[in-house]
């Protein structure tokens, strides 16, 4: 019998931005960026490094010009950043972002609160988006939040998930990231949405965005893994959360992902001795800035070989 289990799983390091954006202190930028680059250095292939939102919405990523401006670039590292709208978009072409990363919820609530519009109104604008940065040379990744819970409407349509999923698919955005914005989603609640998506898209297509509030993320990515998803979401340090969804818990550590996949003999491409030190790095900065490391402390573990993920 053919193995359920896939040679190699894409990581997408999303601690930078989605890490970082619900802090309380300022992060310095060269201390972000020196992050970054341990990061790279690290193995991980694609990372979102900031946000190009409102820097009154979302003040621990006001500096993504800076960021952008400062990354050490690493030769194969994809260096993706947050864009809402076509003022954003601006401001990332100016300043040399890889790929742009669009973004809306599958509710209604969460969609008004985190972006002030409604789903019908950002449609248009995600589609103008995509094809200006396409239009620009740039690849563009689409994110669906609350697809499996919204903090305010409690539960999601499937069909609206599915519905959303294709039209983000239309406009022109590589993949989709279907994300558990507040980590309530379980492992048979994975596999229905997957078994509904998976009739009409295909795995290669999209991504899963697990956040770990009822510690369900890694049971969660062994089922999307089990149904053909081959890209993951992962934040260093088990960071992040969402301003505009309370009760969210950080995204799954990027360690705890890579363990749990190299033990199962999945390479990943990512060096576990040096992600645990870029997440030391970052948490001693958190504790200097007032985040709370110790929530976050998983990742820092040793060990494990440097691993290619071709
Ligand atoms: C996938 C996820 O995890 S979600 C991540 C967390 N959430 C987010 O990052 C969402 C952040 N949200 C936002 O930044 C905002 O809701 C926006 C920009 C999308 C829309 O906000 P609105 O207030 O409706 O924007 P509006 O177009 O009316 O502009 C208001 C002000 O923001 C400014 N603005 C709008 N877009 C941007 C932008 N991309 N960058 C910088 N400034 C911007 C405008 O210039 C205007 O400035 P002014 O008050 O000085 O005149």
């Known amino acids: 019998m053919a193995s359920r289990w896939p040679e190699c799983v894409q990581i997408r390091e999303v601690g930078p931005r989605d890490g970082l954006q619900n802090e309380p202190g300022f992060v310095p930028t060269a201390v972000k960026l020196d992050w970054i680059g341990r990061l790279a250095d690290a193995g991980l292939s694609y990372i979102e490094v900031t946000s190009f939102v409102s820097p009154k919405w979302i003040p621990p990523l006001a500096d993504a010009e800076e960021v952008a401006a400062g990354l050490r ?17 601006e401001r990332a072409l100016r300043s040399g972002i890889d790929e742009a990363a669009v973004f ?50 409690g539960a999601v349509d499937t069909q609206q998930v599915v519905r959303l999923t294709e039209a983000l698919l239309e406009m022109g955005v590589r993949e989709v990231s279907l994300g558990d914005t507040i980590g309530i989603g379980h492992p048979r609640q994975v596999e229905a949405v997957l078994e509904e998506l998976l009739g009409r898209v295909p795995p290669d297509r999209l991504a899963l965005h697990f956040h770990d509030t009822n510690g369900l993320a890694l049971a969660n990515t062994v089922v999307a893994l089990q ?55 970052i948490l001693q900065a958190l504790a200097r800035t007032g985040g709370d490391p110790g929530a976050a402390a998983g990742d820092c573990l040793t060990g494990g070989d440097r691993d290619v993920c071709s």
């Open 73 to 89: 670039r690493r030769e194969g590292v994809t260096y993706a950043a947050l864009v809402p709208n076509m003022r954003g978009l």
């Open 104 to 153: 809306m919820s599958a509710s209604e609530t969460h969609n008004r609160r985190n972006i002030n519009k409604s789903i019908g109104e950002t449609l248009p604008v995600l589609r103008e988006v995509t094809a200006a940065a396409k239009a620009a040379g740039k690849t563009v990744r689409g994110y669906l939040s609350t697809v499996f819970g919204c903090p305010y409407e």
């Open 227 to 281: 149904m053909g998803i081959r890209t993951f979401d992962a934040s260093c340090g088990g960071l992040g959360g969402c301003p505009y969804a309370p009760g969210a818990a950080g995204n799954v550590a990027t360690g705890d992902l890579i363990r749990m996949l190299h033990a199962m003999g999945v390479r990943t491409g990512v060096d576990e001795a040096g992600l645990s030190e870029a997440s030391a790095y």
